[in-house]
């Protein structure tokens, strides 16, 4: 088992200055954490973290990458938080553990196999650090190793994970030691009885094949010393069973039709000529065979990788092949993107890790993207990965269900926007919501990698307020549409009662009129409605008047017969009456414009005073309610544009008297009321209420309700008051 001494002297050995502490106090915070705890080996959990920061000390990362790797499951399996977290080890840290967090719970996740292309997509997207992915690479690889402890189900769902999501990755980042291990080693998992059939068959003849390799490693090195090509080794090794189980399947083809079974991997000294001096003795040693030849160096392949690969025919008519590259054309062969990043700090022989990191970045996404837009991969050109990124990664975020299922919404997306790209009836009956396990209010922004779960109720409606939550166009869509059926459906129970009070007045049946489909029909013809639901909502509207409607019923003449306005009766009285409880207290001296009749209501937030700019609003049960345009509450209502009326203050009624609050300031001083309602009563203004306080401030407070016409006489009252001596301030005071 490995110490963390040996982890620290690595990092030691590969690293100038390297901060020792931090991953000292990674790895004791670990240890305090994790203790107790075991791995399905049984060994204490702590060997996982500590092997983990092991595999990264190898890669020669950094100490915040190492430490990390000491801590990446402390959220994920013990009850530190990230806060905590934070405020021992800063946000480096922290952000580094977060994104891993968000991994492993996706993951855990994601059972469902056709799911892989958008795990991977997510995993992309959420990797605002390219350390995420190395620490992530490194911990899947231990597990991989340590695999053999776990149920057969777990170790094939998670070789699975690995061949569709792991590996890719660490050979778009060109990291070919990383991905030849986890593919293997998920190949022995997933196809146990394959795997074991081919190596038996590889094993029955590897003596054959060392053999034939190390023959060939000599004459190799005893050539290029004739030549004088200087070389640093000559490696031989036989073909990577994951890689020649795909080969012998894909291609149908028995083992020794395999030209690469086995290959000698000549590493060159100093510069990329000598490769190619090298390759020329090796066809001049053998015969090579035709087409088989690749120039990855003079054309690098996308990942990094440059190498020469040419395949020959061997001394007993065995083909191999033979790899030339260079000692760094090597390291980045093995290592990928870690190499480079390494490479590139040795040579500025300085410690700028800001930079090389945003180079690293820089260079990882140019890799990993085409993982993503696969089909666009060709047009590799700056400009095009700079609009892929803008387009893939400010734009867009990735949630996911509990189930595993990936939901990609824009930026700015709320749990609401979830619940409507799930189903519409999720959405709908939406009453809040858990991000990654923590109840959270439906107006939070999603982030890359969140869980969502969404929470239901059976008969839970949507809310206006929803439409100030959401971004995408469905779910506000959907939401507007509910407030229009619901608003529909108001006005067509308004317009049923109003029907059925106006037909009351005229005894006329209101059953025999509602329930008479085709009677109905012709007359929200008649308006050019469709469906005698319409006529109703139209109704409820208040634009059209159920006593024409009746009219339209009963034909002029007995209409007129009937008509209660044209009889001097009691009645009238009882049924305007009616029609009064069902829709509020009607007010003679408000009009809506163009319509005779309609029953208004003063609204008694803003309580409009006759001269004051108005505006109605039909209003379930009150009929018309009428505001001050300048009230608080008409900005709301207007988004209902549909149920705004135009309405004027009555010709008639010029004397009616309404009640008006008003609030007077005033010095501390004795007299102040006496002096106020005495202002009031010298223009001759009813006095209904007055009362008198002293502020905390020491200010008089003085509240007179008086009783006048229209907004001029209230002017005027207003004006008086403010004449009287030691008077601050006057206002009108609503309600
Ligand atoms: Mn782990």
Redesign the pocket.
Known sequence: MIRIEDVISKVEANRPDPDVDLIRRAYLFSALHHRGQKRASGEPYLV?PLE?AGILADMRLDEVSVSTGLL??VVEDTLVDLETLRSYFGDEVTNLVDGLTKIAHISNLSKEKQQAENVRKMVLAMITDVRVVLIKLA?RLH?MRTMQYLKPEKRQRISQETLDIYAPIAHRLGMGKMRSELEDLAFRNLYPDEYKRLAHDVDARRPELEAALHRIQETIKMRLAENDVPFVSVEGRVKRLYSLWKKLKRQKITMDRVYDLIAARVITLNGRKNCYLALSVIHDTWTPVPERFKDWIAMPRDNLYQSLHTSVIGDGGQTFEVQIRTEEMHHIAEEGVAAHWKYKERKLGVRDDDESLDELRKTVEKLLLPLVEDNKADEDSEDFIESLKLDLFPKDVYAFTPMGKVIQLPRGSTPLDFAYAIHSEVGDTCTGSKINGRIVPLRTELQNGDVVEILTTANSKPSRDWLNYVVTAKARNRIRHWIADQQRAESIDIGRKLLEKESDRFHVSAKKLINNEAEMKRIANEYGLGRPDDLLASIGYGKTLPRNVLSKFLGAEKFAELDPEKRKETRIETGMKAVKRLIGLGEDAIVVKGVDNLLTTRARCCNPLRGEDIVGYISLGKGIVVHNKRCKNVAQLMVNRDRVVDVEWAKSGQNEIQSVRILVTTEDRTGMLAGITNAIAEIKTGIRDARANVSRDGRGVIVVTVEVFDKKHLDKVLSAIQQVTGVINVERVNA
Do not use: E, G, Q
């Open positions: 996982h983990v990446h499951d911990d597990n």
